[in-house]
């Protein structure tokens, strides 16, 4: 039973237009979510994240939307370059802090063409 | 500040047989975290540990799997005997042991990619 889903496995996207990813969740206990970019061969590496009391946290080009009433959150990219091709991962944790474990996404993998 | 260490980076072993991956995370950190990462899957957590002790083991599967970080500094983790199903990228991760503003920022190491034929 998955509790954080990415249901788009790609997208492809042209250089300078909007990257939209997206994810939903099932637990309304989660209160912490997080973003995170892996490029081949290489760990996650933590890209943008949000508390359950926001609805938006914006950090240069990339900005998370999160809507509660749907368990929905999106990360959107703007404007995308080549160099954010990367396979995306949603996470999310309740309790927040270091005590509460990540329950992660399969991943989409965003490809941005020139 | 250098990052997350694991080695090796590929193992290559037959079912049955045992097989260890090292992690050493980065200075101060206080949690580390295992996660097995299947191929097109998301990580799943291990095991995770604050300082030498164990937060969370119960996604470890304890009948072949055993984790330890005695001096809570580095971490290896072990399986024995290994199944075709334990192929997978181990990825081990650490975070501060404090939360900022409710962030919960964990450093992932490049993983182990693990092949059993």
């Known amino acids: 039973d998955q509790q954080v889903k990415q249901n788009s496995p790609s997208l492809s996207v042209q250089e300078g237009r909007i990257s939209i990813l997206n994810c939903d969740y099932t637990n309304s206990m989660f209160d912490y979510f997080l973003w995170y970019k892996k490029y081949p061969a290489e760990g996650p590496t933590f890209l943008i994240s949000?508390?359950?009391?926001?609805d938006k946290n914006e950090d240069g080009r990339f900005t998370v939307f999160l809507n509660k009433s749907a368990k929905h959150l999106s990360l959107h990219i703007v404007p995308s370059q080549p160099g954010d091709s990367a396979v995306y991962f949603c996470?999310?944790?309740?309790?927040?802090?270091?005590?509460?474990?990540?329950?992660f996404g399969k991943g989409t993998k965003l490809s941005v063409k020139p | 500040e250098a990052g997350v260490a694991q080695s090796p980076r590929y193992k290559i072993i037959e079912k049955r047989q045992s097989v260890a991956f090292w992690c050493n995370p980065i200075s101060g950190h206080a949690t580390l975290y295992w996660y097995q990462q299947i191929l097109g899957q998301g990580p799943k957590l291990l095991i995770q540990f604050q300082n030498n002790g164990v937060v969370d083991d119960s996604q470890l599967p304890k009948d072949r799997f055993s984790a330890e970080r005695l001096k809570g500094v580095d971490s290896t983790l072990k399986i024995q005997p290994a199944k075709l199903e334990d192929s997978a990228v181990y990825l081990c991760a650490s975070s501060l042991d404090e939360v900022r503003q409710g962030q919960e920022e964990q450093f992932f190491g490049p993983g182990t990619r693990l092949t059993v034929l």
């Open positions: 996470a999310a944790s309740q309790g927040g802090g270091s005590q509460g474990n990540l329950i």
């Open positions: 949000i508390s359950s009391i926001k």
